[in-house]
């Protein structure tokens, strides 16, 4: 089944103008805001494999570079704006962030500061890739790795100086950090190796929320 976005390569993220074209060209109701397009990727893939179509369900996924970029997307596309249903996925760091955007935005000031469920914000801890290496663990992250031909790689990592005696999910975490493009290109493959019983929460009720 298709879905609203494929995965991409590397580029920059989107302006909320282009947000906003991308929006009205797909015939939106629904959006989903997202750090970066690793976060897309796995929601594009966790879509498909629940067998929702985005596109079909009027939702598109909008990486919006970053935490403190957060209001300017929701003013383009939110209730002073296109009046979008909005959901958001973002780490545990980012927090704080996201509700000083909302908050000037002129959404959350009657919320609790550590109310994000009530902003339709749901938290990756610490973020996408630990999350995803937790719920699949080291041994099938490294099985995933072998069948990218990065495995050889990775045990080059794993005896740098920096990496020697650092716990191993925390060297994959990094790992997955140090070649332009890894992580969007895994954030689809780890979620593809997975149970679907066994996939982070917050990724679930990040596109629950706009496809009700």
């Known amino acids: 089944m298709e879905t609203s976005q494929r995965t991409p390569g590397p580029r920059p993220p989107l302006s909320p103008q282009a947000a906003r074209d991308l929006v009205v060209g797909a015939n939106a109701r629904a959006a989903v805001l997202v750090e970066g397009w690793s976060d897309q ?3 594009a893939a966790l879509a ?20 403190t970029n957060i209001d300017r997307f929701v003013r383009a596309l939110g209730p002073s704006g296109l009046n979008l249903r909005l959901s958001g996925l973002c780490d545990v760091a980012e927090v704080p962030h996201i509700q000083r955007g909302l908050e000037r935005a002129g959404l959350a000031s009657s919320l609790a500061p550590t109310d994000t469920r009530a902003l339709e914000f749901f ?14 663990g080291p041994a099938a992250v490294e099985r995933v790795l072998d069948a990218q031909s990065e495995l050889a790689s990775f045990r080059r990592f794993q005896d740098q100086p920096a990496q020697r005696g650092r716990e191993h999910l925390a060297q994959l975490r990094r790992f997955m950090g140090t070649r332009a493009g890894r992580k969007i290109r895994y954030g689809s493959l780890l979620i593809n190796a997975l149970d679907l019983d066994r996939v982070p929460r917050a990724l679930d009720l990040a596109l629950a929320h706009v496809r009700r």
């Open 48 to 67: 498909m494999r629940r067998g929702w179509d985005l596109h079909a369900d009027g939702i598109v996924l909008i990486p919006v570079g970053g935490a």
């Open 123 to 136: 938290v990756c801890h610490a973020d996408l890739e630990d999350e995803l290496i937790r719920a699949l």
């Open 41 to 43: 990727a796995a929601l």
